[in-house]
């Protein structure tokens, strides 16, 4: 897909990987909608400095009708949905046998059921269209779990279930539904690892380095721009893990 003039929503986008995928299909010429929870101006007044339309939508991605309404203003404001970037995430770590069923049910809630929500609502709009690319973000945890993270890497392993099942039901109408399973990445979501933590995942990694946003959003555009790639899931780790 020719990015210039689309429209892109990227969910949980204010920071993190999902501002540098917003910022990295601005520069590519498509405009962006900026979901969070909170989305400050700063935010939208720099993508808006990059030439482009940028709008910014709070709302829950795990609320049903809150995330027909992101769909629904990006349609209103811009006149398609191209590109639906899942990308809006949270951790809640603990072994499972201090895990409260509310750290279960929060993060299956956003990161699992809100990429459901996201993708029922944008594939209603890109179905008409017959085109559209949907990139969802799952996790190195979701391929190989994790001490402490038994409820993220069910989310994770989920987002890619639902990858692959819209890729198979979306695929006649032109439409693309792939994953990206980022390793270690440096965002507000990392920095509150402690060094020890840090220091282990760091040892794990191939190429030496904590992945940086950037990384991640070069994966998203690769998707976005290629037509003939579904149900694909590409690691965006440092070679953390080898498949
Ligand atoms: P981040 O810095 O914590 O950013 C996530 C954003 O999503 C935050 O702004 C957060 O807002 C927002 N958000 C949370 N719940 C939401 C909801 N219900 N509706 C809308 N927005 C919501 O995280 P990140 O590191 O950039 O991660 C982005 C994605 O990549 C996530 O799906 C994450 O699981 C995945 N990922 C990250 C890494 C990594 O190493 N960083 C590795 C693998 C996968 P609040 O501040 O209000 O919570």
Do not use: W
């Not at 590109?83 to 951790?91: E, K, P, R, S, Y």
């Not at 001490?147 to 109408?173: D, F, H, M, P």
């Not at 933590?197 to 991640?216: C, F, N, T, Y």
Request: aromatic share 4%.
């Amino acid at each position: 897909m020719d990015l210039k003039g689309k429209t892109v929503v990227v969910t949980g986008s204010s920071r993190g990987i999902g501002f540098a995928i917003a910022k990295a299909f601005a520069a590519k010429g498509a405009n962006i909608v900026i979901n969070d929870i909170l989305v400050p101006d700063e935010a939208i007044n720099e993508i808006k400095a990059m030439g482009v339309g940028c709008i910014g939508v709070v709302a829950d991605v795990s609320d049903f009708v809150q995330s027909e309404e992101i769909i629904k203003k990006a349609k209103e404001e811009f006149g398609s949905v191209d590109v639906l970037v899942n990308n809006a995430g949270i951790t809640r770590d603990c072994l499972l046998l201090r895990m409260k069923e509310k750290d279960f049910d929060d993060v299956i809630r956003i990161n699992l059921k809100g990429t459901f929500n996201m993708t029922k609502h944008a594939s209603k709009v890109m179905l008409k269209q017959r085109r559209g690319a949907i990139i969802n973000l799952s996790s190195v945890v979701g391929l190989m779990g994790n001490v402490g993270q038994l409820n993220y890497s069910a989310s994770k392993a989920g987002v890619l279930g639902i990858t692959k099942s819209a890729a198979r039901e979306l695929g006649g109408r032109g439409i693309t539904c792939n994953a990206i399973a980022p390793g270690f990445i440096k965002t507000p979501m990392t920095d509150v690892l402690s060094d020890d933590v840090k220091s282990a995942m760091l040892a794990q990694i191939p190429l030496g380095r904590q992945g940086l946003p950037e990384d991640v959003a070069k994966v998203a555009l690769f998707f976005a721009e290629n037509d003939y790639i579904t149900g694909q899931v590409v690691n965006c780790d440092g070679g953390m893990v080898m498949q």
